[in-house]
């Protein structure tokens, strides 16, 4: 274990970076901004979850559907989330540039669209349906992926009307699944081919777990979208 002893981290970033089972002790922590897969936070004494839990299901109601193992919740998460990031892309539109914009060196609202392409493809179309298919050559992976071993173009620039397109038909072939699919089909192993497609460690779980990484990335990924253009057109507002 790495001990940091009167240090000076004021300004520290860590990203990427697993803290489980840090301890933070006697620490001044003002200003302080944590965001990802956060549990078992206790604060003084208390555990803090909870209440950061409660607060988040308050501000975005569709977060009880994605922990829903009800069929029709689930299809209710699956439209919302569409007409949320249907909202984002007129916001996109009505800004020309925008979408190449980013901040404190975060995904652009074009690749984060263009990671939910290559999101469609593997825990989708690959861990859902089963399809062997290659993925989308305009798909974004995430850091470590090796682009050409998954069928990725890391040369693609393509136009946001171009990804918006993709995901219109991503977005659509979804919802038809989710309009037939059942209870028992939602429980069984994922059908996942057998190769060294993304992701490797999907293997052994359900279809509804991996339909649930789906839309748990659809729906944080548009909170960070909105957050990030929201800061880009504050100057403007102001």
């Known amino acids: 274990m790495r001990r940091f002893m009167d240090e000076d981290l004021r300004g520290a970033e860590f990203r990427e970076c697993d803290l489980t089972g840090a301890r933070l002790v006697g620490v001044l922590l003002e200003d302080a901004v944590i965001e990802g897969q956060v549990t078992n936070l206790v ?136 309009g037939e699919v059942g209870a028992e089909q939602l429980g069984q192993p994922a059908p996942i081919p057998d190769n060294d497609l993304w992701p490797p460690y999907a293997r052994g779980r359900s279809v509804r777990q991996c339909l649930g990484t789906v839309l748990r990335e659809t729906f944080e990924h548009h909170g960070f979208c909105v957050r990030d253009l929201d800061l880009i057109e504050q100057p403007a507002a102001d």
């Open 43 to 178: 604060v003084n004494g208390v555990e803090v979850m909870e209440y950061v839990d409660a607060a988040l299901d308050r501000r975005h109601p569709v977060r009880r559907l994605l922990r829903s193992d009800d069929v029709h919740d689930l299809r209710r998460a699956a439209r919302e989330l569409h007409e949320q990031w249907g909202a984002t892309a007129q916001r996109l539109r009505r800004s020309p540039g925008l979408e190449h914009r980013s901040v404190h060196d975060e995904w652009s609202a074009l690749q984060t669209l263009r990671h939910l392409v290559f999101v469609h493809d593997s825990w989708f179309r690959r861990c859902c349906l089963g399809s062997d298919a290659p993925f989308t050559p305009l798909g974004l992976g995430i850091d470590g992926i090796v682009a050409e071993e998954q069928g990725l173009d890391p040369a693609a620039d393509p136009t946001l009307e171009d990804v918006l397109a993709i995901r219109a038909e991503q977005t659509a072939e979804l919802e038809d699944w989710l």
